[in-house]
């Protein structure tokens, strides 16, 4: 598919320009990208001089054996000191960090005083149980401050954290814990989700009983739920007990650059996750650098929320280390965007004088299915800057967003980026960069990303294809835990020198950078390279459709054949109710629409052969859709790995639905 289908979509030349006001204060101006560009490693050696150094570093990047890269490497530093105490010692500790916003309502505020005194209690909590510089602790817990406290404390004694998401299973527990060899877990008994306290303990416990997890000698336990909990004598221990008696002062350690900080899975979108492992320094430079420039965060007055979770690494780049390190306010939520109701968020944005908002693309498109009457209930005036981050955000969804939430005004930063970057890589900068809906645009300063065909050249502007990194940036990941051979593998073997992304990507005519999926996910069809997210963007363009996934399904005619699943925003899915009821003929007239409508937009090429109505898709719990699973489907294949995926009974309803779809051929 051609240039053609992206000036489609952008037909409306939507562009929107930085606010004035914003651009006038902004954190950071088009200077930034001229510096970096004349020396990248002293534009990263000046913002790694944000942080606050115990022995400051004198080399930068060492890649004498690259892939493996060093960053500051002779610099020594703590983390949670440049998170928490040097704030309390520039006289903010009365700043809030934390604002909690409980899933039933209750709220807990936290200055950087506090959080310092939480911390250094955890940390002493840590050490009595005989956690040492460079063991592992597993952090499997609800979102709560103590989780954020619980990483700090980690962090700050030289422990490696692996945070474990809390809605993953006592499997996928377990063999984080086996893989990291973890000597302590720390957990809640539970965590409020829809509406009622949902457990976590009994699956510590469970996990706890396979091979392999022995390495565990306690297990600290947060109480925030007070449901009835197992108990194992000798290895259990509630936090309230052990870190309430702590002593609020804790002498943090200086820690070498390139010390592990943390190991984290990636999201499972493609396949078996991968145990991204992130070091120090270089880390923190950068997600405190991305987090200042790219959210122009002004933390004397903005109210900042990332609604991730922790258990993501967009959690914690842009919900701990990034935001703390910066001296930030910022909102923590436990539960769910509908509970009680579907303007929970904005009613939380409202309530908090919310001025900077990032979240994800499947957020925003539920939200859109829901209706813009909700938000319209909220006043949502304090927001000044929104940002996306999971998935390509197509560009009807970029519109609704900065339309519906951002009151026609601010901008909407669509940040590309990965666990293995650690860090956003590819994003508008708000006060400098013209938006375009949809696209992820340019790489940030002293970032070098580009588009290459299949033999490693640089696509010229129009054209497509693999998304790569040409040279080591601060927060990359160092390597998969203890699997060197497959960090190589994935990422250094398909081209040489560069780090291949596993995304698809296009430039445009300006040479902005456009995300087009996995390149896993990219179709052929009758010799075309179709991608998914063009032909989703496509579909969700049209007004009765909230949310699109598409796979190709392989076909004897056409190689592959499109096959779109969609969810339709709430009226068009109550008529089609109606209308599914009395006839299926009229199901068949929306599809028609549907397909005719996605060939007007991309060319008849891309007309999806069969379109299914769904109530909901396949999604990892980080909240991505999982197309690998709805290719599976559609090839009557048994599933592929299923452990990251949401729900699994989504895809027993998506299967039973499939074959009245194949009659539509
Ligand atoms: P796995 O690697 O296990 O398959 P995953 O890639 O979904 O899972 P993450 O590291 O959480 O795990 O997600 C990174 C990926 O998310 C990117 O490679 C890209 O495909 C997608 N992504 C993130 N942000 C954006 C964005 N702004 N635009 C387009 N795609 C994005
Ligand atoms: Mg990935």
């Given at each position: 598919?051609?240039?053609?289908?992206l000036?489609?979509?952008l037909?409306?030349?939507?562009?929107?320009?930085?606010?004035?006001?914003?651009?006038?204060?902004?954190n950071?101006?088009?200077e930034?990208y001229?510096?970096?560009?004349?020396?990248?490693?002293g534009?990263?050696?000046?913002?790694?001089?944000?942080l606050s150094?115990?022995?400051?570093?004198t080399?930068?990047?060492?890649w004498?054996n690259p892939p493996?890269?060093?960053w500051?490497?002779d610099?020594?530093l703590?983390?949670a000191y440049?998170?928490?105490d040097r704030?309390?010692?520039?006289?903010l500790g009365?700043r809030?960090?934390?604002?909690?916003?409980g899933?039933?309502?209750?709220?807990?505020?936290?200055?950087y005083?506090?959080l310092?005194?939480?911390?250094?209690?955890?940390?002493?909590?840590?050490?009595?149980?005989?956690?040492?510089?460079?063991?592992?602790?597993?952090?499997?817990?609800p979102?709560?401050?103590?989780?954020?406290?619980?990483?700090?404390?980690?962090?700050?004694?030289?422990?490696?954290?692996?945070v474990?998401?809390?809605g993953?299973?006592?499997?996928?527990l377990?063999?984080?814990?086996?893989?990291?060899?973890?000597?302590v877990?720390?957990?809640?008994d539970?965590?409020?989700r829809?509406?009622?306290?949902?457990?976590?303990?009994?699956a510590?416990?469970?996990?706890?009983?396979?091979?392999g997890?022995?390495?565990?000698?306690?297990?600290?336990?947060?109480r925030?739920?007070g449901?009835?909990t197992?108990?194992?004598k000798?290895r259990?221990?509630w936090?309230?007990?052990?870190v309430?008696?702590?002593?609020?002062?804790?002498?943090?350690?200086?820690?070498?650059?390139?010390?592990?900080?943390f190991?984290?899975?990636t999201?499972?979108t493609?396949?078996k996750?991968k145990?991204?492992l992130?070091?120090?320094?270089?880390?923190?430079?950068?997600?405190?650098y991305?987090?200042?420039a790219?959210?122009?965060?002004?933390?004397?007055?903005d109210v900042?929320?990332?609604t991730?979770?922790?258990?993501?690494?967009t959690g914690h780049?842009?919900?701990?280390?990034?935001p703390?390190?910066?001296g930030?306010?910022?909102?923590l939520?436990?539960?769910?965007?509908d509970t009680?109701?579907q303007g929970?968020?904005?009613?939380?944005?409202?309530?908090y004088?919310?001025t900077i908002?990032?979240?994800a693309?499947?957020?925003?498109?539920a939200?859109?299915?829901?209706?813009d009457d909700i938000?319209?209930?909220?006043?949502?005036?304090?927001?000044?800057?929104?940002?996306?981050?999971?998935?390509?955000?197509?560009?009807?969804?970029?519109?609704w967003?900065r339309?519906?939430?951002?009151?026609?005004?601010?901008?909407?930063v669509?940040?590309?980026?990965?666990t293995?970057?650690?860090?956003?890589?590819?994003?508008?900068?708000?006060?400098v960069t013209?938006?375009?809906?949809?696209?992820?645009?340019?790489?940030l300063?002293?970032?070098?990303a580009?588009v290459?065909?299949?033999?490693a050249?640089?696509?010229?502007?129009?054209?497509?294809?693999?998304?790569?990194?040409?040279?080591?940036?601060?927060?990359?990941?160092?390597?998969?835990?203890?699997d060197d051979?497959?960090?190589?593998?994935?990422y250094?073997s398909?081209?040489?020198?560069?780090?291949?992304?596993g995304?698809g990507?296009?430039?445009?005519?300006?040479?902005?950078i456009?995300?087009?999926?996995?390149v896993?996910?990219?179709?052929?069809?009758s010799?075309?390279?179709?991608?998914t997210?063009?032909v989703?963007?496509?579909?969700?363009?049209?007004?009765k459709?909230?949310?699109?996934?598409v796979?190709?399904?392989?076909?004897?005619?056409?190689?592959q054949?499109i096959c779109?699943?969609v969810?339709?925003?709430?009226?068009?899915a109550?008529?089609?109710a109606?209308?599914?009821?009395?006839?299926a003929?009229?199901?068949?007239?929306?599809v028609?629409?549907?397909?005719a409508?996605?060939a007007?937009?991309?060319?008849p090429?891309?007309?999806?052969k069969r379109?299914?109505?769904?109530?909901?898709?396949?999604?990892?719990?980080s909240?991505?859709?999982m197309?690998?699973?709805?290719?599976?489907?559609a090839e009557?294949?048994?599933?592929?790995?299923?452990?990251?995926?949401?729900?699994?009974s989504?895809?027993?309803?998506?299967?039973?639905?499939?074959?009245?779809?194949?009659s539509e051929?």
């Amino acid at each position: 598919m051609s240039n053609e289908s992206l000036a489609n979509l952008l037909k409306e030349e939507r562009r929107f320009a930085p606010p004035a006001e914003l651009a006038a204060r902004a954190n950071v101006t088009a200077e930034a990208y001229e510096q970096a560009k004349a020396d990248r490693l002293g534009f990263w050696a000046a913002q790694a001089r944000r942080l606050s150094w115990a022995s400051a570093p004198t080399e930068t990047l060492d890649w004498s054996n690259p892939p493996f890269a060093k960053w500051f490497a002779d610099g020594k530093l703590n983390v949670a000191y440049n998170c928490v105490d040097r704030h309390v010692e520039n006289g903010l500790g009365d700043r809030v960090a934390l604002h909690f916003e409980g899933e039933p309502g209750d709220t807990r505020s936290i200055t950087y005083a506090e959080l310092l005194g939480e911390v250094s209690r955890a940390a002493n909590a840590l050490t009595e149980l005989g956690v040492q510089a460079g063991d592992r602790v597993a952090i499997y817990m609800p979102m709560i401050p103590e989780t954020v406290v619980a990483m700090l404390a980690c962090a700050r004694i030289g422990a490696p954290h692996s945070v474990v998401f809390g809605g993953f299973s006592a499997d996928a527990l377990a063999t984080r814990i086996q893989d990291a060899d973890a000597r302590v877990v720390i957990t809640a008994d539970g965590g409020y989700r829809r509406g009622k306290p949902s457990a976590l303990k009994p699956a510590v416990d469970e996990a706890l009983t396979r091979p392999g997890t022995e390495s565990v000698r306690s297990v600290l336990v947060v109480r925030r739920t007070g449901q009835e909990t197992a108990w194992t004598k000798g290895r259990d221990v509630w936090w309230h007990d052990l870190v309430r008696r702590q002593s609020d002062q804790h002498t943090p350690q200086a820690f070498d650059a390139e010390h592990p900080l943390f190991i984290l899975y990636t999201s499972g979108t493609t396949g078996k996750p991968k145990g991204i492992l992130h070091t120090t320094g270089g880390y923190l430079t950068q997600v405190s650098y991305t987090h200042h420039a790219v959210f122009d965060l002004k933390p004397e007055s903005d109210v900042y929320w990332c609604t991730a979770d922790v258990g993501w690494v967009t959690g914690h780049s842009y919900i701990v280390y990034g935001p703390l390190s910066n001296g930030a306010t910022e909102v923590l939520y436990e539960g769910t965007p509908d509970t009680p109701h579907q303007g929970r968020w904005w009613e939380i944005v409202q309530k908090y004088g919310v001025t900077i908002l990032y979240t994800a693309p499947t957020a925003i498109r539920a939200c859109m299915k829901w209706g813009d009457d909700i938000p319209a209930k909220f006043d949502l005036s304090s927001l000044r800057l929104l940002g996306s981050v999971g998935e390509p955000i197509n560009p009807e969804a970029w519109v609704w967003y900065r339309k519906h939430i951002g009151g026609d005004t601010t901008p909407v930063v669509d940040t590309w980026w990965q666990t293995e970057t650690g860090a956003i890589m590819i994003s508008p900068l708000p006060g400098v960069t013209d938006t375009k809906p949809g696209s992820a645009q340019v790489p940030l300063p002293g970032i070098a990303a580009t588009v290459v065909d299949d033999d490693a050249n640089e696509v010229p502007d129009g054209a497509g294809g693999y998304l790569v990194l040409t040279e080591p940036w601060p927060s990359m990941l160092r390597t998969i835990w203890g699997d060197d051979q497959r960090y190589l593998d994935t990422y250094w073997s398909r081209f040489k020198n560069r780090y291949f992304a596993g995304d698809g990507a296009k430039k445009d005519d300006d040479g902005d950078i456009w995300l087009l999926g996995r390149v896993d996910d990219v179709m052929l069809v009758s010799g075309h390279n179709i991608s998914t997210t063009e032909v989703e963007s496509a579909l969700v363009s049209h007004p009765k459709v909230a949310e699109a996934a598409v796979v190709g399904a392989t076909d004897p005619q056409t190689t592959q054949a499109i096959c779109a699943f969609v969810i339709l925003r709430q009226e068009a899915a109550a008529a089609e109710a109606k209308v599914e009821a009395a006839s299926a003929d009229a199901e068949g007239d929306l599809v028609e629409e549907l397909r005719a409508h996605v060939a007007k937009q991309l060319g008849p090429i891309a007309k999806p052969k069969r379109i299914l109505p769904v109530a909901e898709l396949p999604k990892t719990r980080s909240g991505k859709i999982m197309r690998r699973l709805l290719r599976d489907v559609a090839e009557n294949r048994a599933l592929g790995d299923v452990t990251t995926l949401t729900d699994s009974s989504v895809m027993e309803l998506i299967q039973s639905r499939l074959p009245a779809a194949s009659s539509e051929d």
